[in-house]
């Protein structure tokens, strides 16, 4: 599996969505990399919808329908309706194990 975290440089939130993914695989092999978006048609050429945007095997499970790609900070809804600036690790848990099948 390859996991990516599209980030603009100096994004507060990118280091808290890699521990979650590092705790969310509970050490299954995953390829993790960090990589940085510099400009709006890099977003749109990845496929950003805001920092970080977490994709596995280059798809975005939190995806919200029409959402424009854009270089903006990306807020997660969690499962008890507050907002965070990463994904949860248990909603990264469950996307993982949907994506591995």
């Not at 990118?14 to 521990?19: K, N, R, V």
């Not at 990399?33 to 975005?60: C, K």
């Amino acid at each position: 599996m390859r996991i990516t975290v599209l980030t603009i440089p100096g994004c507060p939130n990118a280091s808290l969505a890699q521990q979650r993914i590092t705790s969310a695989l509970a050490g299954r092999a995953a390829d993790v990399d960090l990589v940085e978006v510099h400009d709006q048609a890099q977003a749109i050429e990845r496929g950003m919808t805001g920092s970080p945007t977490v994709l596995l095997n280059g798809s975005d499970p939190f995806a919200q329908p029409q959402t424009a790609p854009s270089l903006s900070c990306r807020l997660y809804r969690n499962a008890d309706g507050t907002v965070d600036g990463a994904p949860s690790e248990t909603a990264l848990r469950q996307a993982i194990d949907e994506a591995l099948g």
